[in-house]
């Protein structure tokens, strides 16, 4: 089975699967979670709501020590269903009476990570007047303090009604954690069944994590130099080289408990470690949708800026193929080719993620006899090549641009020149033709003159090219 087109969808246009970090009527959520900080592995263009945010910086350090339960009595018990799913039900007593800031529950493991808990019975520093705030950490398996590791993890939280269930407070705003969770007047009310023996409350955690394991090979410059990056679920991302060095490559991504998420994908998406592809990094995303009443298994590409404190103007153009290989010896794999330019953020016009919400359909995907989905296991890949590109901008004779990534910068005047270089373009063109792509076009980065945006667009192969 092998299907080749030349256009993706822009995700935006697309019935968006929920992120981890907007609002939704599920209460479930789906992030990367590390030691000192949690990193939604999200679409780029998600934005954060002011009531679903990680855990503040500042408080990190209330629940420093292994075991914080802050002085409350607490009991903990774990149902587990298999490595890679657990309920966690955290029992803590005197909570009416609890004055510690923050309380963290004692740790317990889940697909080889350490877990606990974190509430706030006032809230934390990001938390409205009134409210309780509740988060899940999980803990960098090598014991460090290093952000240079995830996980991808689906979980739900809960204070339980023991009274009547239905009552249970699972709120409806998602992220890997709630400085809202709910008023606290509704849990301390004795009346209303949240607490139990008179000054209990019980908290739960639905916890899925992600079995995956990747690998990265770059190939730059047609010297064949292969810099394979394994890892395992303990250790995920991907830094194989400068940024900007990586201009092509192939990324492969195992997803190897698939079934425990076929309810999450769909209304959230699966998504993979990032990987460098010139200025940007990349990442798989995986999800289900339905198109024309049938379900398919959606697949996009979509940029995700690593380094949140750099305001950055990147971007790259890429042509790249999307793949979902079959483990049957001598299947066909499913492969779907596109390009574009992907940006950090779409405020230059340019796209956050492409790809297609009709891939192929979920029955050809899971079926028995098709091999795509083997012992649980699918296997997601993509390759790519970027073009090495350099752009200036000059206003009157004066350069205001300069080197790749530099971009063009906005001018008030009418008069300017834009030079763009685009390097290897026969080897592009060589590729265009070896994969049978016609019609493809590459856009340069937006330069303004006279409070116009503009750029050049390029069709290496022709526009009617046969």
């Known amino acids: 089975m092998k299907h080749t087109s030349s256009e993706a969808v822009p995700s935006s246009s697309s019935p968006p699967p929920s992120s981890s970090l907007s609002s939704a009527s599920s209460s479930s959520s789906s992030v990367i979670l590390s030691s000192t900080e949690q990193l939604p592995r999200t679409a780029a263009a998600a934005t954060t709501s002011a009531s679903s945010s990680s855990i503040p910086v500042e408080d990190l350090a209330v629940g420093s020590t292994r075991d914080g339960s802050g002085g409350a009595q607490e009991t903990v018990t774990v149902d587990r269903r298999g490595e890679y799913s657990a309920i966690c039900r955290w029992t803590v007593h005197n909570f009416p009476r609890v004055k510690a800031r923050a309380l963290w529950s004692k740790y317990f493991e889940v697909g080889g990570y350490d877990c606990r808990l974190l509430i706030y019975p006032k809230g934390d520093s990001q938390a409205l007047p009134g409210y309780i705030s509740i988060y899940l950490q999980i803990m960098d398996p090598r014991g460090t303090s290093s952000s240079k590791w995830d996980c991808f993890a689906s979980y ?145 590409l979509e940029s995700k800026d690593t380094e949140k404190t750099v305001v950055s103007d990147r971007s790259c153009w890429c042509l790249f193929r999307m793949s979902v290989l079959n483990q049957k010896p001598g299947s066909n794999h499913m492969h779907r080719d596109s390009y574009g330019r992907f940006a950090a953020d779409n405020k230059s016009g340019d796209n956050t993620s492409l790809g297609w919400n009709d891939y192929m359909k979920m029955a050809d995907f899971v079926g028995l006899d098709s091999g795509f989905l083997l012992d649980d296991t699918a296997v997601f890949s993509t390759s790519f090549h970027v073009i090495k590109e350099f752009s200036s901008f000059s206003k009157n004779g004066g350069s205001i641009g300069g080197r790749i990534g530099n971009g063009a910068r906005k001018s008030d005047g009418h008069l300017g020149k834009f030079t763009w270089r685009i390097e290897n373009f026969t080897r592009l063109k060589d590729l265009l033709k070896k994969r049978k792509i016609t019609g493809l076009c590459i856009k340069s980065r937006r330069f303004q003159i006279g409070n116009r945006d503009c750029r050049l667009i390029v069709y290496p192969r022709g526009m009617e090219c046969p």
């Not at 204070?159 to 699972?170: E, G, H, M, P, R």
């Not at 995920?236 to 490559?249: H, I, N, Q």
């Not at 998420?261 to 200025?279: C, L, N, R, Y």
């Open 156 to 300: 739900r939280l809960s204070i339980v009604n023991l009274a009547d269930d239905s009552k249970t407070i699972n709120p409806k705003k998602k992220s890997h954690g709630w400085c809202d969770f709910t008023p606290s007047s509704t849990v301390f009310d004795s009346k209303l069944g949240f607490l139990f023996n008179s000054d209990s409350i019980l908290v739960t955690a639905d916890i899925l994590i992600l079995n995956e394991s990747i690998n990265f090979v770059r190939d730059n410059n047609d010297n064949n130099v292969q810099s394979p990056s394994s890892s395992s679920i303990i250790s995920s991302s991907v830094v194989a080289a400068p940024v900007s060095d990586v201009l092509t490559g192939k990324f492969t991504w195992k997803v190897h408990n698939f079934s425990l998420f076929k309810d999450m994908i769909k209304t959230q998406k699966i998504m993979s470690p990032v990987f460098p592809a010139g200025e940007c990094n990349l990442r798989i995303s995986v999800y289900q949708s339905t198109v024309n009443g049938h379900d398919y298994l959606s697949m996009c």
